[in-house]
């Protein structure tokens, strides 16, 4: 026969206690940075694609092998960025910029370092300018993310492009306040007429603009740059110092393979993510590393990408 003794309350299940903040919505992830990558080498795009995806906040929603390419991609996702090359095969990443500025913000990501290329990206609307080589894989993310908020990137190269533009720019400027840059006494401070012309006599002569027919005619130098210069002082701390001199990189013999390598390894990249760009396995890509440091006579890979990019003391007397 069942007992018919009540069972005691410290035998009742207990009830979970009410939740005082039942009635707030689930918090709801930011929606990830949505970027287009473009550029005709497969290789440079799968290695894009997967760096930038391998971050929680963006995401690659299209690649594009021209500028066509990569209108229609950016014409469809309207993506937060666009990182586009220079020379792409059909429609060329300077060609395809002004229409793809008018869908999202567009930042150059190139192998090409010409002064005249970096001045006609921002007249025609970049947002940043990005050389191989020039950056590390987290500056790169950085980067993407800023250009998003409408700071500019520029490598080294590029900052000292923009840097002679500014020099040479002859357009008129409003009055400075308070009489800045009009003291008559000058000369007392030590700066004497010989100090100017010193500085006048590094100026470079304006390059002629890019000759891209066919395409509308951007807006003149001196209002792209009014644009531009507010944000050089937001970019990343070390990248707009001056470019240094090309390093002569002929004499370290690379192959062609070793030296798209090197430049993985001065970006910052490790080897999973160089073997996944490269197509190859990891024991390759230790392989080629070795030989590398044999031919650059370094023992570690900040050793031998100072002396790739030319920032070893060494760099510019021969090998060491």
């Given amino acids: 026969m069942p007992d018919p003794t009540p069972r005691p309350d410290s035998q009742q299940p207990l009830q979970p206690p009410l939740n ?3 009635d707030f919505p689930p918090a709801q992830r930011a929606a990830a940075l949505r970027v ?3 550029d005709d080498n497969p290789v440079v795009r799968a ?3 997967a760096l930038l995806c391998g971050r929680e906040d963006i995401t690659v929603v299209a690649e594009a092998a021209d500028g066509r390419q990569a209108y229609e991609a950016a014409h469809r996702h309207r993506p937060d960025v666009v990182l586009l090359d220079v020379r792409m095969p059909g429609v060329d990443g300077i060609s395809a910029l002004p229409y793809l500025v008018q869908i999202a913000p567009v ?5 090409s370092r010409e002064s005249e290329i970096v001045q006609e990206a921002l007249r025609r609307g970049a947002g940043g300018y990005l050389v191989h080589g020039e ?3 987290n500056q790169l993310v950085e980067a993407v993310r800023d250009i998003k908020e409408g700071r500019a990137h520029f490598t080294p190269t590029a900052a000292g492009a923009l840097l002679a533009q500014l020099r040479q720019d002859q357009a008129p400027t409003p009055p400075l306040p308070e009489g800045l840059g009009r003291s008559s006494s000058a000369t007392a401070y030590g700066i004497s007429e010989s ?3 010193h500085t006048q006599s590094q100026q470079a002569s304006s390059p002629a603009p890019l000759p891209l027919p066919g395409i509308p005619s951007p807006p003149s130098s001196s209002e792209n740059l009014s644009q531009v210069q507010p944000c050089v002082g937001q970019s990343s701390s070390g990248w707009t110092s001056g470019p240094p001199a090309a390093p002569d990189r002929s004499r370290f013999q690379l192959s062609t393979r070793e030296a798209e390598i ?3 390894i001065a970006s910052g990249m490790t080897n999973q993510q160089i073997a996944a760009t490269c197509f190859i396995s990891e024991k390759t890509v230790k392989n080629h590393i070795n030989r590398i440091f044999a031919k650059l006579h370094s023992t570690s890979r900040s050793e031998a990408a100072a002396k790739w990019l030319g920032t070893a003391p060494d760099s510019r007397r021969g090998l060491g």
Avoid: I
């Fill in 195 to 197: 100090a100017k012309s």
């Fill in 107 to 111: 930042v150059m990501l190139t192998y």
């Fill in 47 to 49: 290695g894009l694609t």
């Fill in 20 to 22: 005082p903040f039942g």
């Fill in 135 to 137: 950056f590390t894989a």
């Fill in 36 to 38: 287009v990558v473009a």
């Fill in 262 to 264: 090197m430049d993985h």
